[in-house]
């Protein structure tokens, strides 16, 4: 046995040297030798949605951010290529050592090559990662090596501390948990060095992953050979390249890493006015080139930011005197966004996998949703297919996707996700509630998995409960408060500047038709160079009939939205009246159908319907869409006005869809970290 520990550190979602309290654990030990290593985790390469942009931020060379503030060459960095930077200039011996293999196989054989008395890493709440944590703790117990698994790194707050103080219960609002569990620590500075590695041999075979199923194939160009050698083709432990990956090419002009994410950071908070009187609804989502908010979500998601670092730093700014009076507060100040993170976190830690689901899960409302997932009746989760109950449904979900529904707000959005992965949080609200209760009926969980395909931000937690909140299935309950697709963007760019940068055909029209150019005489949208017309499809570009440019083809809009709002919110509101959640007996079996009309929005028909993948259902292929259906709009219920572009009246939750404690909105429940005298404040 050696006489001093001898230390495997293990990357995860903490790509960086600052306030990394698990890296302070294990330089704690005062190690003999110190391995920091990331695993190439086939289950995130195959199994995970992921798009070339967030793989890029992720590991790849880097361009240019938003706040421009390094020079080109200091930005060919990104998350593990900059973090591998750091390490080599604490320790020229040392690096970021990327073993190519599974966690689950390869670190035993790690442990006994390296001669590890000791596994240190930040304990994470995922659902997978807690089974490949619990898989690692009992590898290493075996081996006989002692296991550090710190508490939290990613949240302010433990998210299973959150839980407890909660009552054991999800988080569905911030309320009191918080303040139950004390301060939020002050983040821990970057170490000075770092002890040498050890011998780096590996005299074992490697256990090459299965790639079947890849859900990522579509990302690809080429086969992945990433694994063609555990420790890389130059066995020099580098990490994965993109044509290893055999990636399609990244178009995102955001990029990662904790050099870029700390430059960011003092940029933000340089620009005291900004810092203290941030508030997100006043931000526009129509602002680009730079964009109205921080853009450090994906740096908060991979780790090369601390959440502790911004928040304290953020505070340090707001309680100055200066500031104190003019500051925002929560939930809308930068403060805010944080806690929401946390509170996402923590009821994800609680309810587990089926958190980003609706089958079986306890707190998410029940609603019979068009294009509803296929379920695997042996571990009751979501395959990852879908049931087309409606053609036409799946013709508005791709046209959704793809940016081709014919209002430009929407699509200018869609294409901007998919070309950067990323779009404002308002922007993901507009989406996100035209998909589901808003315009198409479609179930959140598509939505949610376009999301996490093209989001370099990602984070399951955060994007379900997102999709939940604006699907109005969970977190928030006002469903008649609907995105006008045409009022909300008018009122913070009534030039359309944002539509045409992402929908270039339209940049000739002026701003009375850009957020409805198919208002437009046909003559007029000859003369501005682009026809509305067709569904977006195989249209080509048609030559103007004067020996000049082509004119390029917009397709009409994809339906009536009011007509179709007002289908949505009667849908919603049957299903509220109904009454139903994931876990209940009637959604599991099936039998929820006898609780709705047949000639209800969505797949109604019948008595019973799928439930699980292999069942059979008499209306697969059918189109059930009630768009014709006269459904009728209270009065209260009016389209959406031009003073937020959102559906006054009608907020309280209609008789007989009783919330479960703690469903609505959070507005209220937070608590200004200034008024709370001796929690956390830096003048306390």
Same mark, same amino acid.
């Given at each position: ?7 495997? %550190? ?33 289950? %995130? ?63 035993? /054989? ?5 001669? $590890? ?19 690692? *703790? ?22 299973? &501390? ?26 821990? +500075? ?14 074992? &075979? ?35 390249? =993109? ?30 006015? %900004? ?46 005197? =200066? ?22 976190? =923590?009821?994800?830690?609680? $309810? ?14 029940? $609603? ?24 036409? =449904? ?6 959704? /996707?793809?940016?081709?529904? @014919? ?6 959005? *869609? ?29 959140? &969980? ?7 395909e093209w989001l370099i931000d990602h984070e399951t937690s955060c994007n379900s409960g997102n999709w939940q909140w604006l699907s109005c299935t969970a977190f928030f309950a006002q469903f008649y408060r609907c995105y006008s697709p045409v009022a909300f963007p008018k009122k913070w760019d009534e030039e359309g500047a ?20 198919? /208002? ?31 004119? /390029?083809?917009? +397709?009409?809009? *994809? ?21 139903? %959640? @994931? ?37 697969? @292929? ?6 014709? *259906?006269?459904? @009728? ?15 006054k009246g009608g907020d309280k939750t209609p008789r007989g869809g009783k919330r479960k404690k703690g469903q609505g909105t959070l507005d209220g429940h937070f608590e200004s ?12």
């Open positions: 046995m050696p006489s001093k520990p001898r230390v495997i %550190y293990w990357f995860r979602t903490d790509l960086r040297l600052h306030d990394s309290p698990a890296l302070h654990a294990a330089l704690d030990l005062k190690p003999e030798c110190l391995y920091p290593i990331w695993c190439w985790d086939p289950h %995130y390469v195959y199994r995970a949605r992921v798009g070339p942009n967030r793989w890029q931020f992720l590991d790849q060379r880097a361009l240019k951010g938003r706040f421009k503030l390094i020079s080109d060459s200091a930005c060919r960095l990104d998350c593990q290529s900059d973090l591998s930077s750091s390490i080599t200039k604490l320790n020229k011996k040392s690096k970021l050592f990327v073993i190519r293999e599974a966690p689950q196989t390869v670190l035993p /054989k790690l442990f006994k090559a390296w001669k $590890i008395t000791h596994l240190v890493f930040e304990r994470d709440t995922d659902p997978y990662a807690k089974q490949r944590d619990a898989k690692a *703790m009992e590898l290493a117990r075996e081996a006989g090596v002692e296991v550090i698994a710190t508490r939290h790194g990613r949240t302010l707050y433990d998210p299973d &501390e959150l839980v407890k103080a909660n009552g054991g219960k999800p988080t569905m609002s911030i309320t009191q948990a918080a303040e139950k569990i004390g301060d939020v620590p002050q983040p821990l +500075p970057a170490p000075d060095s770092l002890p040498d590695p050890g011998d780096l041999s590996l005299d074992f &075979e490697q256990t090459q992953p299965s790639p079947e199923p890849d859900i990522n194939s579509i990302q690809r160009n080429s086969k992945d050979t990433s694994y063609a050698s555990i420790s890389g083709p130059n066995h020099d432990f580098a990490v994965p390249t =993109a044509s290893e990956l055999g990636l399609k090419p990244a178009t995102t002009p955001h990029r990662g890493g904790e050099t870029r994410a700390l430059a960011a950071l003092d940029a933000i908070i340089a620009d005291e006015p %900004y810092t203290t009187t941030f508030s997100k609804p006043s931000t526009a989502p129509t602002a680009f080139s730079p964009q109205a908010t921080t853009l450090l979500s994906p740096h908060h998601h991979f780790g090369s930011l601390s959440v502790r670092l911004f928040y304290h730093r953020v505070l340090d700014v707001t309680h100055k005197p =200066a500031n104190a009076k003019k500051a925002t507060t929560t939930p809308t100040n930068l403060i805010g966004q944080l806690l929401f993170r946390d509170m996402y976190f =923590a009821a994800q830690a609680a $309810i587990g996998y089926p958190f980003a689901q609706t089958y079986n899960n306890s707190h998410v409302r029940f $609603i019979p949703w068009h294009l509803p997932s296929r379920i695997d009746p042996e571990t009751n989760l979501i395959t990852g297919d879908h049931i087309i109950d409606s053609p036409l =449904a799946e013709k508005w979900f791709q046209r959704w /996707k793809y940016g081709r529904t @014919g209002f430009p707000w929407i699509d200018a959005l *869609m294409r901007q996700l998919r070309q950067e992965g990323w779009i404002h949080h308002l922007g993901r609200h507009a989406v996100a509630c035209f998909l589901t209760r808003g315009g198409c009926y479609i179930d959140w &969980e598509r939505g949610a998995e376009v999301f996490e944002f539509v045409k940068r992402y929908v270039p055909e339209l940049g000739r029209y002026p701003k009375k038709y850009v957020y409805e150019p198919w /208002k437009a005489p046909i003559k007029d949208q000859k003369e501005w160079g682009c026809l509305i017309k067709g569904d977006g499809g195989d249209e080509n570009d048609e030559d103007d009939g004067k020996g000049g440019e082509k004119v /390029k083809i917009y +397709p009409k809009p *994809m339906f009536d939205f009011n007509e179709r709002r007002g289908v949505c919110i009667a849908g919603v509101k049957n299903a509220y009246h109904v009454g139903l %959640y @994931g876990d209940d007996p009637k959604v599991k079996d099936g039998t929820w159908r006898k609780l709705f009309d047949d000639n209800a929005e969505g797949p109604t028909e019948g008595s019973k319907g799928p439930t699980v993948e292999g069942q059979t259902n008499a209306e697969d @292929g059918e189109d059930l869409d009630a768009g014709e *259906m006269d459904l @009728g709009i209270d009065q209260d219920e009016r389209e959406a006005d031009h003073v937020g572009g959102e559906t970290p200034r008024k709370r005298k001796g929690k956390g404040s830096p003048e306390s």
